[in-house]
Nanobody, 115 residues
């Protein structure tokens, strides 16, 4: 089975930075990434990175967030800079063994951006 454990969330002021980490056990995923969900809203895409290091971002976070991974640790990171209140959400790490396959999800980690 695949398990994903997230860390690094918390409370930060607008304009601040936060770094999320997610470590997967069981398999190495071709694709790893992040979604987020704010209260009362649908879960939305944030970013992905492939095993080869190719990245993709939602327009709302491009140029502020950076996704990366360490394949030796089966870990994906999300560096979040210039955070805005609208970034407040529960962030979920996900994992795919191959493109088009099922999603495996982490438990979710809270990020709150507030003054």
């Amino acid at each position: 089975q695949v398990q994903l454990v997230e860390s690094g969330g918390g409370l930060v002021q607008p304009g601040g930075s936060l770094r999320l980490s997610c470590t997967a056990s069981g398999s190495i995923g071709n694709i790893m990434g992040w979604y987020r969900q704010a209260p009362g809203k649908e879960r939305g895409y944030v970013a992905t990175v492939t095993i080869d290091g190719d990245t993709n971002y939602a327009v709302s976070v491009k140029d502020r967030f950076t996704i990366s991974r360490d394949n030796s640790k089966n870990t994906v990171y999300l560096q979040m800079n210039s955070l805005k209140p609208e970034d407040t959400a529960v962030y979920y790490c996900y994992f795919q063994l191959r493109p088009g396959s099922r999603f495996y999800w982490g438990q979710g980690i809270q990020v709150t951006v507030s003054s």
